[in-house]
């Protein structure tokens, strides 16, 4: 087993909790949020939330601006599961389609 230090979803926009599957993977997913473009390297999404997926991915890049690895272990997201750089690609290259992801606080 592997663990990782993450930054989860902050309070008006919290991660859920509880039993999911890895439903998709993209080598690089891309967001907008009121004018925001968020580029999410390795991303795994793991539940809908609304018109959009949340899943884990690598620090995300905000207008072309790599988020700082001081956020990790603070609820600061959107949703998503944030880990480190190299972190979020070991995950991604070990998950497959309808891998089990348990995500719990």
Not at 80 to 104: M, Q, W
Request: hydrophobic share 35%.
């Amino acid at each position: 087993m592997v663990e990782f230090a993450i930054s989860s979803g902050k309070p008006s926009t919290p991660t859920k909790s509880g039993n999911f599957t890895v439903i998709s993977k993209y080598p690089m997913a891309i967001g907008v949020i009121k004018g925001q473009v968020w580029s999410m390297p390795y991303f795994v999404g793991i539940y809908q939330a609304g018109s959009t997926e949340n899943g884990i991915h690598e620090l995300p890049f905000l207008n072309g601006y790599r988020e700082s690895s001081s956020s990790i272990g603070y609820p600061i997201s959107h949703g998503c599961v944030r880990l480190r750089i190299g972190e979020a690609e070991k995950v991604y290259n070990f998950s497959k389609i309808d891998t089990p992801v348990y995500v719990h606080y």
